[in-house]
Every structure is written in structure tokens, then in C-alpha cells.
């Protein structure tokens, strides 16, 4: 009887121990890194500050170096098939660019549940989504940057997403293209340059 | 007496654990997972839902094809307008698949029952869900659960047969009355590399 009460008293002690520390505490400090499924990735930087938290969201999005280039064009001729145009190779080099913030060291307080961070200014909150301990933040996950892989990939799709718009824009031109009154174009070498993120850290 | 109130108390703590860390009794799950939903002028369709507890995050993403090429560049209008009868013209039609997140993406709704009520600047939106036949309904467009013979790639066969009509009838219209019938080739292709990068 009494080694019953002993070991009932064990693991009640053991529950209430799991209980009081919150089912594994959500942890929102550090950095996040988020993608919006298009062109633009996110740099979320959390950091508890006394009994509120200071948040400050960077947005990254590719811009080409220089304007893109357009080819040339050419009145059309008298003579029948005549065809002027010529091939053209275009380089373009892509800078990951810093947009300007949208939140810079803004104070945010953590709800009752601790599963989200108060922002307020009609920014919405930042929720912690405990089953893959990433967050959601105005319509953007972010996973948090635990090793550089999280940004790389993301920064892999923006760079496919350059490369698609790349192909709206200049595919017409390339050796698929029929127009005889404009310069057909073969893209050359096409590079990222993200020392932007070099920079920031 | 005392032995019964004990186990009482270790099962009464064993019932708060796995509440509040479990996740049994969630009321989204039948919400989640990838549905798919087509249509023939809007495309494709794909709703993501992932369950929590009783909300969930809601994303919707459309896949359409954006024509690469205009009247120049695909040959259409030489072909049409510089071509003699007993010629044959070449015109290269080309495609590429492209998908667009719009206003639903990572948007947490609330679930009562058999909806999802979703809310974002001042609008909202519900997706009900129909027991029935397991399918959802937004507005009056139905989701089925995706499956081998509902997906993205199902539907793009048709999505491009569509367009390969449109674009042969439209032609075929517009020659009906000219002086001139060279035989027109549409040469299409379709770049669905988009889907090689979805993660």
C-alpha cells in the first residue's frame, strides 16, 4: 500500500512537471526564414526582450543588375523573306536586394497561450505552429535558420522564379521565335549575386 | 477506498496530458491534406489544408498556361496574311505553365463543424465541407481529394488540348474568307517545369 502511494505520488509529480513546463515551451527567438511561394523571401528576426519581444522583418527579392536589355527591331522590307535580324546573346546578372522593412524593432507581446506574439498596428500575430515548430506570420511560414541549407533553398526557388521570368520574357525571341524583325536572343550566363545577406549578418 | 481514489487521480492526470499535448478529438482532420479542383477556362486548382486542433492553415494555388509567344513571334500573322494558297507556314505555339498563390495562402481559419471559416482584409470565406462524398465546396467550385487520378498533372493534357483547339478554330475562322489558303502547322509545346520545383 504505501509503495503504491509512493509511486503515485511519483508520477504525479512526473504529469504535473510536463504539465507546468507547457508541453515543450514554444520558442519564437532567434532567426526565421520565410518564402512566399513567388519571388520574395523573408528574414524574421525575434528577440525576447524583458516580458515583450522585438521583431524586425526584412523582404529579399531578385532585381536584375541593369535594365533588362530589349532586342533589336527592324522595319519591315519590300523584298519577300528578307531577313535582317541576328543572333544577340544577353548576360544578365541577378542582386538579391533588400526592401525597405516593413517592421523595424517592433515591440510584440506574447498571448496568453504562448503559441502567439501580439505585433498589433494591424499586422496580425505571429503564430507558432507547434507539429513542425515553424512559424506563420501575415500569409508567410517560416522555418527557423538552423543552418545555412534554410536559406539556400529558399534563395534556389527565387532563382527559378528569375529563370521562368526570364523565359515570359525573352522565349519569343530564342530560336523558336519567327519574328524576322527582331534580333533573336540565346541567354547567356544568367548569376545571383545574394552578398546582400553577406552584408546583413 | 484510498487505492481507488489514487487511480482515479494518476488516470484524471493521465487524461489532462495527452488534452493538452494530444491531438485527438481535432475537428479540422477531415479537412486535411492536398484537394484538387478543375475547371476549363480557370485551370487547376490545388487547396492544401493542414489541421490545428480546431483551425487550420488554409493555402490555395491556381495553375494556368501563359502563352510565350504573340502573333509575331509564333509565325501566325505571316503565315496568315504572307502565305499563298498551296504553301505550307509553320507557326510555333508555345506554353508555359505557371501557378499563382493568390488571396487564400497561409491563412488560418477557424473550423466549426463542417467548415472552415477563413477572413482576411475585411472578406471572408468558408469552405464547406461535404460528408457525402468527401468533397469540399468553395462557392460553387467542388475539391476531391487528390489521388493518382486527381492531380495537376492529370489535368494538363486537357488543359492543353483546349488550347490547341482554340487556337486551330480561331485560325480556322479567320481564314475561311481570305483569298489565300496556304496550309497552316501549329507546332505546340508546353514547359511544365514549375511542378519539378514545387516544394
Redesign the interface.
Known sequence: ?KN??KL?LL??AL??L??TSG??KNNFEGTWIGY???KTMYRLSVQENGDSYLITEDAYTYKPSKDYPTPAGYLPSFI?NENKSKNVTFDINFVLTKQKADLTSATAQLNKDKDQLIVGKGLGNV?F?E?DSTL?FN???FKKETSQDITN?VLK?LQ?AMN?EL??KY???GK????N??DHVILGNITFDDSALTATK | MKRNILIGLLLAFTMMLITACGSTGNDASKFEGTWIAYDKNNGVAELTIESLDKQAIVSMTTYKYKALMDGSSSGLIDAQILSKTGETATVHEDYLLQKNNGAIYSIIGNVTNNRINLSKDNTTMSILYNEKDNTLLIENIVFRKKSDDNSIQKYLPEMQETLKSASIEKNKEYMKNRMNQPTIQFDFTFDDSILDNVQ
Request: one cysteine or more; charged letters at 20%.
Open positions: 500500500m503504491i502511494l503515485s508520477m504525479i504529469v504535473a510536463v504539465i508541453c515543450g512566399d511561394g513567388d519577300r503564430h505552429i507539429k506563420l500569409g508567410i511560414r533553398n526557388q527559378f521562368q523565359k515570359v522565349h519569343q525571341y523558336r521565335g519567327l519574328n524583325l527582331r
